[in-house]
């Protein structure tokens, strides 16, 4: 019978002080056994600083890191009404030709500075899925993303724009990359795709005779 009454009077106590306080309100400091992240010391955006020579918080984003949104007009991309300017603007933004359709044409001269910017950024944000020769053998393949092989003739004959639309808009479970690369970077990789693939299908025919020497062919 004590111990009965013990537990009675236990269960009521534990109930009432688990269901007995819900919902009420109180202006008192709360106990805080743990206060976790509720006060710390931090710097706020937009506030003043006087460590840095112009006191302010904000610093300026460090060389070579990525700058997000178009990089085109940054007053005018972020406007819902913006749209290309001109044709250029359009295939550099779109992919897209004059007439709608997705363009061969790459829009910016290409150099092999171009090409390593190309190479960097495929391997930081293509290479995981896609693998190191863009065959779909990448590090999540054992979990079941099985990205496309770049190494087929559809892709092969695919025209430029169409590679940059994939990477801008993403295509069926693969997500866009548009909030994360600059329009120019995007381009960079369409441009190390190409010559992913060309690194899967060279012919012999198309090399030139120095390189055949070089090859010892
Ligand atoms: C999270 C994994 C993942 C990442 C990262 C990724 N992809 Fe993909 N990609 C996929 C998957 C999965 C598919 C197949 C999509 C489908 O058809 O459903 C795909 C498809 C593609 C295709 C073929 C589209 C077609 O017409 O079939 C291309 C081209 C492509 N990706 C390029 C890229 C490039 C370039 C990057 C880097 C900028 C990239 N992907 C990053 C998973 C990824």
Known sequence: MRTFLTIYVLVIAVTV???????SLTEKEPVEVFNDMDRQAKYKPQAENSFHANRQNDR?????TMSRGNAL????????EFTAKSASEELVLSGKGANGE??????YSVDFELMQYGQESYNIFCM?????????????KPYGILATSYHDDRLRDAPDGYI??????????????????SN???????????????????????LSTTEKSELGL
Request: net charge positive; glycine share 12%.
């Open 60 to 64: 300026l984003p460090p060389k070579l």
């Open 128 to 140: 995981t899925c896609h693998g190191v020769a863009g065959d779909g053998n990448g590090v999540t």
């Open 73 to 80: 007009d940054v007053k005018n991309v972020f406007n819902p």
């Open 17 to 23: 002080s688990i269901l007995g306080f819900r919902g």
């Open 184 to 206: 120019k970077q995007r381009w960079a990789i369409v441009l190390y795709l190409r010559a992913l693939q060309r690194s899967q299908s060279a012919s012999l025919e198309s």
């Open 164 to 181: 940059y639309d994939v990477i801008t808009n993403g295509k069926g479970l693969m997500y866009g990359l548009k909030d994360r690369l």
């Open 102 to 107: 997705f363009s061969d044409i790459f829009p």
